[in-house]
């Protein structure tokens, strides 16, 4: 089934390339068996490293892995928290992750500007420069679950194209200021260096308001996947329009029409018509837990957790439902409110045995109210399945096994 | 009155701090007219990068190549991965052509129906821009602008959005009307409050 989240999302295995494009996608070797001492308070423990690994007994992995169009997913069961692991936020590339010498790297800002500048990664350093925590969600996330869904998919192959991270950068107004941004330029086309040279159409408001270009993500340098050395921040956006491995910014009139912003990324809706620019993505939520593959191991108490965001501003409530969205109740919200990004939702939950319909429904500071299934398609039609965000539901059976349900 | 002041100042202070202007957050008072920082892109420097191609035309390079010559193109650049008529091997690799024409044609009923060039693209000149950017896969950047002006024109024919063997050019190109451009509309997502009113 992770085939068909990869599918989807347009993915395209390295096996199926012509022979030219393949690259040996280097398998992680095997992990050795976890080994601990009977009693570890009876011997002295491992030196120091340089560094850290994880537990060998936690082996959290994104997937599909071997891509070099596609995507890799972030394995939301295995997490605590909203900070996605740096190595484990999901990917989405359309022509593998380019290998770039930061020395060598250039951000040029251009167009309808007084001062076109190049900057130096030593250059864009010395700018004032701020942190954000914000999640980053593909507009396509949720697609697979909706075309081919399965009661044994997990939530990494429902919803595993959203991560969240603490990104610092320098804002791109105060960019905008350097160059003087003329009063006619409407849109910048924000343009990566990588073999495709992504390129998005940004409104210049956008870029005024919140927008960072971003170089460090959980303390460090961003990793490759995520666009090293520098990549476009758009709070809120489409994960598509955060433009990774930046080199270029050009202000101008009006859009630029590529190819993602017409072709892809658009929304087919009733009568003929596709909505376009659909920057935002509207509030979600999903359980992280319980959720296949777990199972309830005994009837009594459990936590329900899972994680709920909204692109338009904060989480201001997730209910939870225990009995299929006949009645909901409040969870409770485990981290600090912060726009654009996720929060951790709680609801304890005392399971009786019988087979209940677990879900969550996120409400955001807008007065947003996460809609069902059954809504969504019946506005947009069954054809449109990109920001899609429809109520998710797990169905705990009698015997504590828990699958996905995708109609709600 | 010290009290109102504190509490001016706290309020001061927490609205700046909503603000993400860096130049307030950290400058306070200082605020200089600009970092100075970096150069100017020389013109050499600029012709290299600056490849977007508008639907106005603007960025369009000389050259010219008309449907004869794309289908050479075709052959031997694109019809590996997306077939020898243009029929793709989705998912991988897009179909590119042959999808339902028509204004009754509705995406929104059935995701398989499929969005070819002459069915969901508005702009042709897109369609050039993103063959310059990114065609073909394993060789980006390979083609001549001559060749992808021709293989623009090949594939447009094919759509029969423009007569057979017509050529393109910085001038035709942008002329070409795309019936897909009247379907597109703006986001009216702003303000909906969700639920039975999602948008």
């Not at chain 1, 972030?74 to 930061?102: C, E, Y």
């Not at chain 1, 001062?115 to 701020?130: G, Y």
């Not at chain 2, 001016?8 to 306070?28: E, I, K, Q, S, V």
């Not at chain 2, 035709?172 to 009113?197: H, Q, T």
Request: glycine share 10%; aromatic share 8%; with cysteine.
């Amino acid at each position: 089934m992770i085939g068909g989240a990869a599918a989807a999302a347009g993915g395209v295995l390295l096996s199926q390339l012509p022979a030219a494009a393949q690259q040996k996608a280097t398998a992680p070797p095997a992990a050795p068996p976890p080994v601990a001492p009977p009693d570890p308070t009876k011997i002295p423990g491992a030196p120091t490293t340089a560094v850290g690994t994880r537990s060998p007994f936690f082996t959290p992995a994104r997937a599909p892995v071997g891509e070099i169009t596609g995507t890799a997913l972030t394995p939301l069961q295995d997490l605590s928290g909203t900070i996605t692991p740096s190595d484990l936020h999901f990917t989405r590339i359309h022509d593998g992750i380019p290998t770039i010498d930061p020395s060598k790297h250039r951000l040029v800002i251009h167009g309808m500007v007084d001062r076109p500048i190049e900057l130096t990664m030593d250059d864009l350093m010395r700018f004032p420069a701020v942190t954000r925590t914000h999640f980053v969600e593909c507009s396509g996330n949720g697609r697979a679950a909706y075309r081919t869904p399965k009661p044994d998919m997990t939530p990494q192959q429902v919803d595993g194209m959203i991560s969240q991270s603490e990104w610092t950068g320098i804002p791109v107004d105060t960019l905008f200021h350097e160059v003087g941004v003329q009063r006619d330029a409407k849109y910048f086309l924000a343009e990566g260096g990588d073999a495709c040279l992504l390129a998005r159409s940004i409104p210049v408001s956008k870029g005024r308001d919140d927008a960072i270009i971003a170089f460090a993500q959980n303390g460090e340098p961003l990793r490759p996947e995520q666009g090293f050395p520098i990549r476009l921040l758009l709070p809120g956006y489409e994960g598509n329009t955060n433009v990774k491995w930046l080199r270029r910014i050009k202000l101008g009139p009006e859009p630029f029409m590529t190819r993602w912003e017409t072709a892809k990324y658009t929304d087919p809706l009733p009568g003929g018509k596709i909505r376009w620019f659909s920057f935002e993505m509207d509030a979600k939520s999903i359980i992280t837990s319980p959720a296949y593959p777990k199972r309830l191991s005994g009837t009594g108490w459990w936590p329900i957790t899972g994680l709920a965001w909204s692109g338009r501003g904060r989480i201001s409530r997730v209910d939870v439902s225990t009995d299929g969205g006949a009645s909901w109740v409040e969870a409770e919200l485990l981290s600090p409110l912060t726009p654009k990004a996720m929060v951790r939702f709680q609801y304890m939950w005392q399971w009786n045995g019988d087979e209940h319909l677990l879900m969550s429904r996120a409400v955001d500071d807008q007065g947003y109210v996460q809609p069902t299934m059954a809504q969504l398609r019946a506005v947009r039609g069954p054809g449109t399945d990109y920001h899609f965000n429809p109520i998710r539901a797990w169905r705990v059976a009698r015997n504590g096994v828990v699958t996905f349900e995708a109609n709600t | 009155m010290r009290r109102l002041f504190a509490g001016a100042a706290l309020l001061t202070l927490a609205l700046t701090a909503c603000r993400l202007d860096a130049r307030d957050d950290y400058l306070g008072d200082k605020d200089p007219k600009n970092f100075d920082l970096g150069h100017s892109p020389s013109p050499e420097e600029l012709a290299a990068i600056n490849i977007d191609v508008s639907p106005n035309g603007q960025g369009l390079p000389p050259g010219t190549g008309n449907g004869a010559d794309g289908a050479k193109v075709y052959a031997s650049a694109c019809a590996s991965c997306h077939g020898a008529n243009g029929e793709g091997k989705p998912p991988a690799y897009p179909q590119l052509l042959g999808g339902p024409m028509g204004a009754s044609v509705d995406f929104s009923k059935d995701y398989k129906i499929p969005r070819t060039i002459g069915n969901y693209w508005p702009y042709a000149t897109s369609l050039f821009d993103y063959i310059r950017r990114a065609m073909p896969l394993t060789a980006p950047g390979s083609l001549t602008a001559d060749q992808t002006y021709a293989v623009t024109a090949y594939l447009l024919s094919r759509e029969g959005l423009i007569p057979p063997n017509a050529s393109l050019d910085a001038k035709s190109l942008p002329a070409v009307k795309m019936p897909a451009l009247e379907r597109f509309v703006n986001d009216d997502r702003r303000g909906s409050i969700g639920g039975k009113a999602v948008r």
